[in-house]
């Protein structure tokens, strides 16, 4: 069978039909966009959407009543969600960086009580996605560090019947509106250069977790991502993300493809959608004091060819890296593939847009228009993990054959 076939009993889908669930969810995004960018305020009738959608469960097995998209078939989804709204899907891709990491996961076998304790806490997520339709935010970057999580500052301390959480997180996107946060903190006390760092689940109602509104920034305006505190914030020992300690920073080096890779399909569809707007407006848009379009002039055609080699080829390394990653994740080939995605279309994006601008003249910065919207989104890739320096670095020290399964040899 076709993988493209491969159809979820429970929910009748095949991957083709949740990439086209998504264009057409993307397209009904289009029209709400610019109201949320100017206003800074959080989609909520895009995620109503997703939730009604069943989309939470994307990655959740077809066993469990999820969809059970592979990892080629959800960047190309995120990238159509992204098209029509990119904070949208940035910030549904934090919600699967939890859940889909999940969902790549071997237990069966590992055996006793810790095989218990995962089956048990992934059986929760999937019921907290599927049939609560909560959402998950992912809570890892603070002040002065970043996403650097071998010098996380947030601690836990272990107590009577859980842990208890002391930190800052500064950029948690749908901070106030996600249900759960996945916290990224270090066991307290610990001098180790490579520190147990675990994930812990905080309800959003937890009165010791205190969100500030804060985000008033250049583009991802809809993606409240704002800081929370963690003050002496209590969590039950079933917060414990998978039921295990100290696993994150391994699972990480060795498996970078969520922490990475998610970000491909948004960026991607930020290209995409500037570019389609870029043909389309050519088409229209007279050359001055003649009736005859601009996409009849060649120095355009000639432009415009030239930026959709650059997109095709970064959309070919986007999907590749996609591909592998479903494949053979977590290989040194899958590893680097990814890299390379997240250096191709972080750069891309800030370039693509800008050429378009110029492209199609000075009234495409006009706020009527989506183009200096995606603009100033495009400008955010390469902020964000991997940063563009960071891929380089790893693509660099891989080709010199350094073992990057170890996390002191990366960037985290
Ligand atoms: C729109 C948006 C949404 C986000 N949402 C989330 C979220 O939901 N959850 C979350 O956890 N995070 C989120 N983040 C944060 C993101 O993951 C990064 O942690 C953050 O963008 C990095 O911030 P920074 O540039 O201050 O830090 P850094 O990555 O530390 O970089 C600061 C500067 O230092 C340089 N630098 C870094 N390391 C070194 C080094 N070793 N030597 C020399 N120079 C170095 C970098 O190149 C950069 O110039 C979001 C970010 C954005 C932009």
């Not at 993988?3 to 264009?23: D, S, V």
């Not at 809570?139 to 601690?155: D, N, R, V, Y």
């Not at 389309?280 to 080699?309: C, F």
Request: proline share 4%; charged share 25%; hydrophobic share 35%.
């Amino acid at each position: 069978m076709n993988q493209n076939e491969h159809k979820n009993i429970k929910t009748g889908i095949n991957n083709n039909q949740i990439i086209e669930l998504c264009r057409e969810l993307g397209q009904k995004f289009v029209s709400r966009a610019a109201k949320y960018d100017v206003e800074g305020s959080f989609p909520v009738e895009n995620f109503d959407d997703l939730k009604e959608a069943g989309l939470l469960g994307i990655m959740i097995p077809t066993e469990y009543g999820g969809m059970g998209a592979d990892f080629l078939t959800y960047t190309r989804a995120l990238e159509q969600l992204s098209k029509g709204d990119a904070s949208t899907g940035l910030t549904f891709n934090m919600h699967n960086i939890a859940v889909g990491s999940l969902s790549e996961l071997q237990i069966d076998g590992i055996g006793g009580t810790r095989e218990e304790r995962m089956k048990g806490f992934i059986t929760w997520v999937y019921d907290q996605s599927i049939k609560e339709k909560k959402i998950f935010a992912s809570a890892s970057s603070e002040p002065g560090i970043g996403a650097h999580f071998s010098k996380l500052k947030t601690t836990y301390n272990r107590v009577d019947g859980g842990f208890v959480i002391n930190g800052v997180k500064n950029w948690v996107s749908m901070a106030g509106y996600a249900d759960y946060y996945v916290v990224a903190a270090r066991v307290a006390d610990s001098e180790s250069e490579t520190p147990a760092v675990s994930f812990l689940v905080v309800d959003k109602e937890n009165p010791n977790a205190r969100v500030e509104f804060t985000w008033d920034v250049l583009g991802m305006r809809a993606t409240s991502t704002n800081p929370v505190y963690f003050e002496d914030c209590f969590v039950p020992t079933e917060a414990l993300f998978l039921g295990s300690e100290g696993m994150a920073l391994y699972k990480i080096a060795r498996e970078p493809h969520w922490l990475v890779g998610g970000y491909n399909g948004v960026y991607l569809g930020i290209c995409s959608a500037t570019f389609e707007f870029m043909v389309e407006y050519l088409k229209t848009k007279k050359i001055p004091g003649t009736q005859t379009p601009l996409s009849e002039d060649s120095r355009i055609q000639h432009k415009v060819g030239e930026l959709y080699a650059q997109l095709e080829a970064t959309r070919r390394v986007t999907y590749d890296a996609a591909r592998l990653v479903t494949e053979r994740p977590g290989t040194p080939e899958a590893n680097m593939a990814i890299h390379h995605a997240k250096f191709m279309v972080s750069e891309l994006g800030p370039r693509l847009t800008s050429e378009a601008i110029r492209t199609c003249g000075g009234s495409t910065i006009s706020r009527r228009m989506p183009l200096e919207r995606y603009f100033r989104e495009a400008r955010c890739g390469g902020l964000m993990p991997a940063t563009s320096d960071e891929c380089l670095f790893y693509l660099g020290k891989a080709a010199f054959g350094t073992d990057l399964s170890k996390p002191s040899e990366t960037y985290w």
